[in-house]
T-cell receptor, first 115, second 114 residues
């Protein structure tokens, strides 16, 4: 069965520092996508970044980058130069091409950015 | 640009009552789905639809019904509410069939069943 593991229930980071949020996944499929979403305290789900299983380069979107290590089945999110507005829940998710948009989500990591 | 619109934002039900959570999207997306979010469990898929007239069950479908009569609308029906259905519900849509398109979420409905 497909599964996403996020082992850090909570993380703290000092403002302007970088932080890595861990995500490991389990699937026997060869074709899949990995996503990160941000959920601020207001509750909405915000898409941050996507990595395809066949993409050879790590995805980047502004201050977000995805450290994709396929052999280790990990897809860690790196946030550079943390800002107070980055304080939120962060969810790692996986989609399988055979299942379209039926995503599997991890339990989330709560990130707190300290001034 | 509305995106995915969910109503209501909050709802309190008594055990045994029924209700419908509304979801509409204006992006002409084929795929729509409903997730529930519970503390420590991330989001779990309830039902999904790959197009008008086509629906299927997700991971936690019991106690919920869906229909998809139009591309735009995908309502979720609670048949007989139970306290275990207290949760935050998200409707989401996606552009295409493959899993490389992100989900676009509504703002969620917080449901409490007493």
């Amino acid at each position: 069965a497909q599964k996403i593991t996020q082992t850090q229930p909570g993380m703290f980071v000092q403002e302007k520092e970088a932080v890595t949020l861990d995500c490991t996944y389990d699937t026997s499929d060869q074709s899949y996508g990995l996503f990160w979403y941000k959920q601020p305290s207001s509750g909405e789900m915000i898409f941050l970044i996507y990595q395809g299983s066949y993409d050879e380069q790590n995805a980047t979107e502004g201050r977000y980058s995805l450290n994709f290590q396929k052999a280790r089945k990990s897809a860690n999110l790196v946030i550079s130069a943390s800002q107070l507005g980055d304080s939120a829940m962060y969810f790692c998710a996986m989609s399988l091409d055979n299942y379209g948009q039926n995503f599997v989500f991890g339990p989330g990591t709560r990130l707190s950015v300290l001034p | 640009n509305a995106g995915v619109t969910q109503t209501p934002k909050f709802q309190v039900l008594k055990t045994g009552q029924s209700m419908t959570l509304q979801c509409a999207q204006d992006m002409n997306h084929e795929y729509m789905s409903w997730y529930r979010q519970d503390p420590g469990m991330g989001l779990r898929l309830i039902h999904y639809s790959v197009g008008a007239g086509i629906t299927d069950q997700g991971e936690v479908p019991n106690g919920y019904n869906v229909s998809r009569s139009t591309t735009e609308d995908f309502p979720l029906r609670l048949l007989s509410a139970a306290p275990s259905q207290t949760s935050v519900y998200f409707c989401a849509s996606s552009q295409d069939r493959l899993g490389n398109s992100p989900l676009h979420f509504g703002n969620g409905t917080r449901l409490t069943v007493t």
